[in-house]
């Protein structure tokens, strides 16, 4: 008899299932880890000429990730495999080998495929990808009726509760300390909390990312409270986050689930994010709403510096409830793949 997905062993670990696989085309996805961990998939990852500095090099980069994709299942043979939906050749990959092979595929929604000009030409595709798949997982209730209008069976995965994992202990000596999660992303309002920091000499500020990705002129001009932290490995980062007394994650859109903040919330970590439906509806205790402004990030501070215990004891219930609600999807879904198998 076939083993169900999700289940565990006597000592609690989720066991994984030979013919599951979790394809993501990154180095590293820890939203992908831990998905994987719970379907009792194999995570496996591609990523080939990293960056984008030439139109030439990112057609390279998505040519071989297509071939060895294709190739590598052939080869596994495995009777599910779990995809990230960006970037969008890799569900368009597996929609193709189901066709060919009878494989079949399920797709995890990053928000990105939604929000970002970058993907918005693939939508009228990529609905057939979503159409044909076993299952699909989004992070929102708007991404959930966009892709049940297409055809799919979904599923929202909001905010994950990461599991434990190896940490490298970070050496805290500031008596007050903040951290902000981010990428110098387009979408982070960066700006607005360096012009936030100024005010807020007392704390000291780390700012996560690579350095090389900041904007012209954004270090050399930062505040002394201030600390660029560089990419991390990831032992590194997650020491940083737990040292903190409060994790800071900012986005300027709307619909984007955002990881550090539920990295954050299951480490025990107050939290300060943007004032959006989705934040809101995802993170209901231990957390602070922004809009923005460098004076409402100010604000945000000082609230929480003011009240520091209570959100440190919202943010434990925060991570319980998630873990229950996370536990219930998670197993409706195993349920759903195991009987369709």
Known sequence: MRAQAGRVSESGVKLKQPDRIFITWLPFSSRSQTLAENFGAEAVYFSYLAGNENAAKVILRYLVMTLHTFFYVLWRRPRVVFVMNQPVFLPLTLMFLSFLTGVKYVIDSHSGLFNKKQWMWSLPIMKYAYRYSLFSIVTNKNHKELTESWGAKVEVLGALTVPEEPVETFKRTAKKAIVVIGTFASDEP???????????????????????????????????????????????????????????????????????????????????????????DSFTRGTIFVDNSAADIIRSVEELYAHLPEYKAEVNLLREERQLKWDNTIGRINDYIAAQL
């Open 190 to 280: 960066i700006a607005e909390v360096l012009e936030a920091c100024r005010q807020l000499s007392d704390v000291r500020i780390y700012i996560t990312g690579a350095m090389k990705k900041a904007p012209p002129g954004m270090i050399e001009n930062a505040p002394e409270n201030v600390t660029f932290t560089d990419f991390q490995p990831r032992p590194n980062y997650v020491g940083l986050v737990q040292a903190m007394d409060a994790a800071m994650i900012l986005v300027t859109h709307d619909d984007v689930m955002q990881r550090g903040a539920y990295e954050a919330m299951s480490w025990s970590v107050p939290i300060i994010t943007s004032d959006w439906p989705i934040l809101r």
